[in-house]
């Protein structure tokens, strides 16, 4: 797979993408990444990539030629699907990650300043993303983001060890606890059943932790996680506990739920 980052701070994007798994990946000829300096191709006097708006408005705007020029040193004939990162994009998520990571080649818009003039945008881009709602100094952090995500669902780029098969989102829930050793660390023990060499109770209680985690921190998951009727029962009778011991009328204490 095959990533270009038009951007303002190429070094940002190199120094950060070359370590750790995805820096592994790369040397492994996995993946490659190019970080394309949009000022190179701004030809005036002084590399000038911004302007002001028309219209009026506070702040600068990157201008369409050296940000179109970028992108056409990299997309030659193939017109590659290009994302812009901006907070006005689809939100990214485990999905979007997914079905990116079947393209071959993708090109990342990082945009400063106060935005993109709009019609180079309608040109060249065929995606635009944002990750999450909060806005950043810049686009880079967010295609890294979703470099990052993208990445690692490439074949090979995690080991077997690291593979993301059991982890949060891959069945619509968040993930359950682990432990290592030792068995017991600041007088807190590792549960029981996961000493206890039983399989099926081992992944039953795995499971049961995974829903009530998505309960309690993220219940709009809930509803596409395709539970079955037997666990949308557990979940009332947890909320039913979890009322219970918030108006102090609960009896146990609530510990039978963990
Ligand atoms: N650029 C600035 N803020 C952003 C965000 N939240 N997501 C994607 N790109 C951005």
Known sequence: MHFSVLTLFPEMILHTMN???????????????????????AFNKHQKVDDYTYGGGAGMLMQ?????????????????????????????????????????DLVFLCGHYEGIDERVLEEIVTDQVS?????????????????????????????????GETESFS???????????PE?????????????????NVAAWRREQSILRT????????????LTNKEWALIREWKKKMKESEEGTDSSGGEEMV
């Open 19 to 41: 370590t750790s798994i995805i820096g592994r990946a790369v040397e492994r000829k996995l993946l490659s990444i190019e970080a394309v300096n949009i000022r190179d191709f």
């Open 64 to 104: 369409a030629e050296p940000v179109y020029l970028a992108w056409a040193s990299v997309a030659g004939e193939r017109k590659p699907r290009t994302i812009y990162l901006t907070p006005q994009g689809k939100r990214f998520d485990q999905k979007m990650a997914k079905e990116l990571a079947l393209e071959e």
């Open 184 to 200: 017991v660390w600041h007088d807190k023990s590792v549960p029981p059943v996961l000493l206890s060499g039983h399989h099926a």
């Open 215 to 226: 309960l309690k921190w993220r219940p709009d998951l809930l509803r596409t996680a395709g």
């Open 131 to 163: 990750i999450g709602d909060y806005v950043l100094t810049g686009g880079e952090l967010a295609a890294m983001v979703m470099m990052d995500c993208i990445a690692r669902m490439v074949p090979g780029v995690l080991s077997n060890s690291e593979s």
């Open 171 to 181: 069945d619509g829930l968040l993930e359950y606890p682990q432990y290592s050793r």
